[in-house]
């Protein structure tokens, strides 16, 4: 269901300063044109319909009586119930600055209806990213694997990367759109597949090609959201589409206690994604096609874009060599450290990584008007510290303690450095420059988990995985300092190719 169209009357009285105000065009959640006469238009906002009327009348000694109007109609498909209220709520008076729940810059049409597809995408490739890492424990007990069957599997699932890298040089020649729905909807169909599975080696099969596509998925999401989001709210729209995906993540922790029914029970986590395919067809018409990928631009190469693929691959590379064992065998940490059973897991789980958001929503809004450097640097470096201090605790309460303080500072880290990937690379390498970046992190994924695999076996899970911080902290120090800094620089800036008079068509 469309969003309706919504009518706001307010008559307030005010002073001169206050009429004033309500005189000046907006640029809050909506960038205003004055028409004259109280007749204000939308020169860019995230509407599909705006106009707001203004009435005034004088009752002497410098007050007057505002009969202010605004008809809108908001272009963010099924969202427009997350932020009707909101809205309303902001457009009822004049102009007080962004709220905190905006963009720091305005958005268009296209662009808002390009991040809210994109959100419904996220949480298709929340689940499915997910999914692998919080049952494997339960598929392993039935298939009677151990912890270093577990890791060997698990960085083996990795090499569907490589699938994605054919997928990425696709999307740069031939569109996004195309690319993320044929994405979302194979990674669903292949792991339901994951369901009829009789062992280990066939459920690790099927997860190669899933987990490939929704690397791709994953990847083409932050790439569209760099070539649509305005220079100001980037950032912005990586902190969005990272708790989208954080809620598909969040469903598989919804119905993870179901596992505990059966020793089978795990198979019907497999199935869900069937679920999503009626969400990504009607996806398909409300997602536009790239701007940037449909304007005309050049024909780029990777020589002269060495530098920077190193500081964004190789600090990918350090933080995947910690991240992914942390993430993925956490549930393994759980049950044998502490015995927590599934319920217990699930609950840790989503109390420990939901005030993460708190860290992306600030991350989003201060790395889109203080930097992202800084931001990431800072997210990144206590982020890491403190997720190795959570493996090397003994008390069950400083366990919950430092993970949710530790979820805080990683995801303030998440919009900052996950944007850095498509804004320093033109749109003919955008999607290639990043697979392979990403590519470089399942190298560092099986890496560690390799490393943990080897550990695990002569000292125990917890410190295996802790050792591992020592990467990304190096990155902190070492690759961060040297990034450029992006903010409310647009993408010809800051990648000239781009704009240069010999280009070619898109496609």
């Known amino acids: 269901m469309p969003s309706p169209i919504v009518t706001i009357e307010e008559t307030e009285e005010v002073d001169d300063d206050g009429l004033a105000a309500y005189r000046t065009p907006r640029n809050d959640v909506v960038s205003e044109t004055d028409e004259g006469d109280g007749n204000f238009a939308m020169a860019a906002g995230p509407f599909s319909q705006y106009e707001r009327t203004l009435h005034v009348e004088p009752i002497g000694d410098g007050r007057h009586v505002v009969s202010h109007r605004v008809v809108f109609r908001l272009a963010v498909g099924w969202w427009w119930r997350l932020f009707l209220r909101p809205m309303r709520r902001t457009l009822r008076r004049a102009d007080t600055g962004s709220p905190w729940w905006a963009p720091p810059e305005v958005l268009d049409a296209q662009a808002a209806a390009a991040l809210a597809s994109l959100a419904y995408l996220s949480i298709v490739g929340g689940y499915l990213g997910t999914l692998i890492t919080q049952s494997l424990t ?20 990795r090499v569907g990367v490589l699938l994605s890298l054919g997928i990425a040089a696709w999307a740069d020649r031939n569109g996004r759109r195309r690319a993320l729905l044929a994405c979302a909807a194979g990674g669903c169909v292949l792991t339901a597949l994951g369901a009829l599975t009789p062992g280990l080696i ?17 990847l083409l999401i932050v790439v569209v959201v760099a070539e649509e989001m305005p220079a100001g709210a980037r950032a912005y729209g990586v902190s969005l589409l990272t708790m989208s995906g954080g809620l598909g993540a969040g469903m598989v922790l919804w119905i993870l206690p179901l596992v505990e029914l059966d020793e089978r029970a795990w198979r019907g986590l497999f199935v869900v994604p069937v679920l999503f395919l009626p969400l990504i067809r009607a996806t ?34 350090a933080l995947a060599i910690l991240s992914t064992p942390a993430s993925q065998l956490q549930n393994e940490f759980l049950r044998e450290e502490f015995s927590f059973s599934a319920g217990q897991i699930t609950l840790f789980t989503l109390l420990t990584v939901t005030p993460a958001s708190i860290g992306i929503v600030i991350g989003g809004r201060l790395a889109d008007t203080r930097g992202k450097r800084l931001v990431g640097g800072i997210g990144l470096g206590v982020g890491a510290a403190l997720t190795a201090a959570q493996f090397i605790t003994t008390s069950v309460e400083l366990v919950w303690t430092v993970a949710t303080i530790g979820s805080i500072f990683g995801g303030l880290a998440v919009p900052a450095l996950a944007i850095y990937g498509p804004e320093l690379f033109p749109t003919s390498l955008r999607t290639k420059a990043n697979v392979v970046m990403t590519i470089l992190g399942v190298v560092g994924s099986v890496l560690g988990l390799g490393i943990v695999s080897y550990l695990s076996d002569r000292w125990s899970l917890g410190p295996a995985i802790a050792v591992l911080a020592v990467a990304p902290l190096l990155a902190t120090l070492l690759l961060i300092p040297r990034y450029p800094e992006t903010a409310h620089k647009e993408l010809e800036e800051l990648n000239p190719e781009d704009d240069l008079p010999s280009v070619i068509s898109a496609g």
């Not at 339960?138 to 699932?157: N, S």
């Not at 066939?202 to 994953?218: E, K, V």
Request: hydrophobic letters at 50%; a positive charge; zero cysteines.
């Open 284 to 317: 398909a018409t409300l997602l536009p096609e790239s701007r940037r990928f449909v304007r005309r631009h050049a024909a780029a190469k990777f020589a002269g874009h060495g530098r920077r693929l190193v500081l964004l691959a190789g600090t990918t590379f």
């Open 138 to 157: 339960y598929a392993a007990d039935e298939f009677g694997a151990d912890d270093g069957q577990q890791a060997t599997t698990l960085a083996v699932i």
């Open 202 to 218: 066939a459920l690790s099969a099927t997860q190669i090609f899933a987990r490939g596509l929704a690397t791709a998925l994953g």
